[in-house]
């Protein structure tokens, strides 16, 4: 079956300027879950969506980045006023449900350039 | 939150050769999961190993766990150039849903 896409798969944006970028989950999978991950760098955690429950946003580095999920299936990542620092590849993983049970299967993910 | 630490953060190797890719943490887990990372894109889950489990197998890795030592292991055994890769460690609690990563562990396989 289709495994996780997001789009786009590459986004260069000048600083200031708004981006979303996007998150199709598998189909079914009631857990999403967003991360950076800076050049050569290990996953940074930033939002977790799990079924009809409040998102956990706790890994949101600024108020300039806010999360949705409409449906309970897409997702869409919002950066507000972009910085260079802002900069990473953005990945989207989804999941049958928590992770004390089950793996995260992960998108392509979205290389963010920030000029 | 749990964060795994992999250990060596560099591995090169020659093909044939095994990888030993060690992982450790600090707080009591419900299960510890392995992933790759192929080019700095997605990640492929390798495999999940639960806290009352001492040893798992798939294919050629092999995983073990010591939740007394807070430390897990990846073995590669007879590796290939295409498992040249990142992997990454990622401890799951009991409470809380999201995995934290480490830094990671690159390995390099030459042919």
């Known amino acids: 079956g289709a495994g996780v896409s997001q789009s786009p798969s590459n986004k260069v944006t000048e600083k200031g300027k708004d981006v979303e970028l996007r998150c199709d989950p598998i189909?079914?999978?009631?857990?999403l879950y967003w991360y950076r991950q800076s050049l050569g760098q290990g996953l940074e955690f930033l939002i977790y969506f799990q079924g009809n429950s409040a998102p956990d946003k706790s890994g949101l580095p600024s108020d300039r980045f806010s999360a949705e999920r409409t449906g309970g299936s897409v997702s869409t990542l919002t950066i507000q006023r972009t910085q260079q620092e802002d900069s990473a590849v953005y990945l989207c993983?989804?999941?049958?449900?928590?992770?004390?049970?089950?793996?995260?299967?992960f998108g392509p993910g979205t290389r963010l350039t920030v000029t | 939150s749990q964060q795994g630490e992999e250990d060596p953060q560099a591995l090169s190797i020659q093909e044939g050769e095994n990888a030993t890719m060690n992982c450790s943490y600090k707080t009591s887990i419900n299960n510890l999961q392995w992933y790759r990372q192929n080019s700095g894109r997605g990640l492929v889950h390798l495999i999940l190993?639960?806290?009352?489990?001492r040893e798992k197998h798939s294919g050629r890795l092999r995983v073990t766990l010591d939740t007394s030592k807070k430390s897990s292991s990846l073995l590669i055994t007879a590796s290939r150039a295409a498992d040249t890769a990142s992997y990454f460690c990622a401890p799951a609690g009991w409470a809380g849903n999201m995995l934290t990563f480490g830094g990671g562990t690159r390995l390099m396989v030459k042919p």
């Open positions: 189909s079914g999978h009631t857990a």
């Open positions: 993983a989804s999941s049958p449900g928590d992770t004390a049970t089950y793996e995260q299967y």
């Open positions: 190993i639960r806290s009352n489990e």
